[in-house]
């Protein structure tokens, strides 16, 4: 059954309201149980310690990991800018024409925006992991 709590005299109980149950629980005790319960997951020091220490790798990976994405998101912003100039070129030498310029010029455009965001997202993101604290 569903036990709801209810404070009296400045202790919480934990009652159950149907009424051939009748159960009700001190949160003292309930918070105990659940204490015993789970000290047996606690972790010994040896645990911590090797759990730290993995922790850590995880963080230097992901850490390189973004230093990498930001290095790819850079250079492919830089190679969208170039396929942008070559298209202004191609369209200003008249070897394509106007509706199909505009077409592409607006999806190298998106993909510039999406990719700064990215950008940014992952600077920030850098940013901020490496900000002492």
């Known amino acids: 059954m ?3 709590g209810e ?3 400045g202790h919480v109980y934990y009652r159950c309201h149907n009424r051939e149950c009748g159960a009700c629980l001190r949160e003292e005790a309930v918070e105990q149980a659940v204490l015993d319960a789970l000290s047996p997951l606690q972790l010994t020091d040896d645990e911590q310690g090797f759990l730290a220490q993995k922790i850590s790798q995880m963080k230097e990976c992901w850490t390189n990991e973004r230093d990498n994405q930001i290095k790819e ?3 492919r912003l830089a190679q969208s800018a170039e396929r942008l100039n070559r298209l202004t ?3 200003l030498d008249q070897t394509i024409e106007k509706e199909l310029f505009a077409a592409r010029q607006n999806a190298l ?3 510039r925006k ?3 965001e990215h950008l940014a997202v992952s600077s920030r993101a850098s940013r901020i992991s490496r900000s002492p604290g």
């Open 7 to 9: 404070r009296h005299k």
């Open 114 to 116: 999406d990719m700064e």
């Open 73 to 75: 998101l850079s250079l």
């Open 2 to 4: 569903a036990l709801i």
């Open 109 to 111: 455009i998106l993909e």
């Open 89 to 91: 070129d191609a369209f």
